[in-house]
């Protein structure tokens, strides 16, 4: 008796082993869009999952309001210093005769960028209130062109509102008055949000959101929106100056001198210094601007009614017993081998050879599936291709979809390999730098989870429409994307290194400014995408993909 249980003990430590090993690969379900979690590449376990309690307590103490305090102050001094650059501006303009320069645009847009960027700082909750929102009431004309609006105009239309939201006529709005005027005046709902709106609108902390307050956030908004709105007519002037003075053999010319795969160094130094001489022009082109997408804002864009389903975030039934079947088969079948090495009643109810088989019987399971795991993803995905229609169009549309946005957000491509099954498939680096050390990132990694060696926003927004361009490009052709959770995927290892925690929340406004930007690019640049596309299909290199993209839209006379 004693050695059939040395033995069955044994073969439990086996099963475990086996058990940890599955493990390692399995999905974890920890983003609302993300069910999988693989190893690959570069990527590594986020070291500060231990703590993040200490993160979110430090994050609700003292320093916070501190640092809040010294956020308002510059944002104080940002506005006084855009009033006076906006007179300055004002008079020079009488000494001016003829059209904006493109040069006069840029310098604009940097001033209200600057000032603009303390809406996602401060005023983080009156996005979903401000922005985002076509349709629906405007009284502030936010989705009006409001670069074209006059500062008076715009001043006027905050006072109008002002003061329909002080309801007492008091010369200040409390909490109630908030509420109540969000809903009536503006359409909005914001019972779940009001504190959060109220205390950062509130900037003395005085209970009473002043008209001076008010209008703070509200042309901190405008701001924001004035700079996109401009950087986009930048874009239209600089084309005009462009169009003549680029063909593709000379695009082609200077890129076929570059190594634009595989050294994030050179690739990122030699693409900027074009970019400067005037010679690309759609290179690290994306909006820098991000918004706190909601979901009404991403339908509203999309029109995605259904993302899960849309996107492709659902799993097969085979990768969900792959990767979660296969783990619970492993623990019930531990826990059956443990009951049979003991005996007890339960041995009234299930034999003890009937519990030692189905212990076995999954042990044998769990290493079957771990040694042979990429053969089965092989031909799991293999079947998946043979049963969709225009599989082979849809792969190269979404590998074609990364590829192009790492170029319009000016992040190298680290490699462009064939799959097991013969497609390509499109790497790219995490940071424009290249990707993470990980000695240097384990060393930076502070008390209380913070990375600053990490992904910084503006980087987590570069990779969210890297990651979402292929699926929402798979979606625009045929309606329905396939293979979107592996995107989702990336994305979430990617955001496991954000300089801060993020929740899930944070996650989810990630996937949505992803997939609303990406649908926006794609419509800006419809037809060269569709080129970029065809290039792939014949096996371009990735200097005639670049050249043709950039030249898109030139008549090939000018070649």
């Known amino acids: 008796m004693a050695e059939d249980w ?42 500060r999952r231990s703590c993040p309690a200490k993160k979110f307590f430090l994050i609700a103490n003292g320093g916070y309001e501190e640092r809040q305090d010294e956020a308002r102050k510059l944002a104080d001094d940002a506005w006084k210093a855009f009033v006076v650059a906006r007179e300055a501006e004002a008079k020079a303009s009488t000494f001016r005769t003829g059209k904006q320069t493109l040069t006069d645009i840029s310098s604009e847009i940097r001033m209200k960028k600057l000032f603009g960027s303390f809406a996602d700082t401060l005023y983080k909750s009156w996005g979903a209130v401000l922005t985002g929102r076509p349709g629906e009431i405007d009284p502030l004309g936010m989705n009006s062109k409001i670069s074209e609006t006059s500062q008076d105009e715009k001043e006027l239309r905050i006072r109008t509102v002002f003061e329909k939201l002080d309801q007492d006529i008091s010369g200040g709005v409390d909490k109630a ?12 709902e914001a019972d779940d949000m009001i504190d959060e709106l109220f205390d950062e609108a509130d900037a003395n902390r005085d209970g009473l959101i002043q008209y001076e307050e008010f209008s703070r956030v509200v042309n901190t908004y405008m701001a924001k929106i004035e700079s996109i709105e401009l950087t986009k007519q930048a874009a239209v002037v600089q084309r005009s100056s462009q169009r003549f003075s680029r063909s593709y053999d000379s695009v082609y010319a200077e890129l076929n001198q570059i190594d634009l795969v595989g050294d994030a160094n050179v690739t990122v130094s030699a693409l900027d210094r074009l970019k400067q001489e005037g010679k690309l022009l759609w290179w690290n082109s994306a909006s820098r601007i991000s918004q706190d997408t909601t979901p009404q804002r991403m339908l509203s864009v999309t029109g995605m009614s259904d993302p899960d389903k849309q996107m492709g975030i659902s799993v097969d039934s085979f990768s969900k017993f792959r990767y979660q079947g296969v783990g619970v088969l492993a623990i019930t079948g531990a826990f059956s081998l443990i009951l049979a090495g003991f005996p007890g009643p339960w041995l009234y109810l299930i034999p003890q050879d009937l519990l030692a088989a189905y212990g076995y019987i999954t042990l044998l399971i769990n290493v079957f599936v771990t040694v042979f795991g990429r053969q089965l993803d092989g031909l799991n995905e293999r079947r998946i291709l043979d049963s969709t229609s225009n599989s082979g169009d849809r792969w190269i549309r979404r590998e074609a979809g990364r590829f192009i946005a790492a170029y319009i957000c000016g992040l190298p491509v680290e490699s462009i390999l064939p799959n097991r099954n013969g497609f390509s498939i499109v790497k790219v680096f995490s940071k424009r730098s290249g990707n993470y050390d990980l000695e240097s990132l384990r060393a930076s990694v502070k008390s209380d989870g913070f990375i600053p060696e990490g992904l910084t926003k503006q980087e987590m927004d570069r990779q969210s429409v890297v990651q979402m361009f292929g699926p929402v490009a798979e979606y625009m052709k045929y309606g329905q994307a396939t293979f979107g959770y592996r995107y989702f995927r990336d994305l979430d290892l990617e955001l496991d290194l954000a300089q801060s925690i993020l929740d899930r929340r944070a996650r989810q406004i990630q996937a949505r400014y992803g997939i609303t930007m990406s649908f926006q690019l794609i419509k800006q640049h419809e037809e060269a995408f569709e080129k970029v596309v065809d290039a792939f299909k014949r096996g371009c290199r990735p200097a005639e993909i670049i050249a043709t993209f950039e030249t898109a839209l030139m008549p090939r006379d000018e070649e």
């Open 177 to 188: 008055e908030l509420l109540q005027g969000l809903k009536t005046i503006m359409n909005f």
């Open 6 to 47: 040395r033995g069955q003990r044994q073969a439990v430590v086996c099963m475990l082993v086996a058990v940890l090993a599955s493990r390692a690969e399995a999905f974890i379900a920890r983003s609302p869009w993300t069910v999988a979690h693989k190893t690959h590449g570069t990527s590594l376990t986020c070291p």
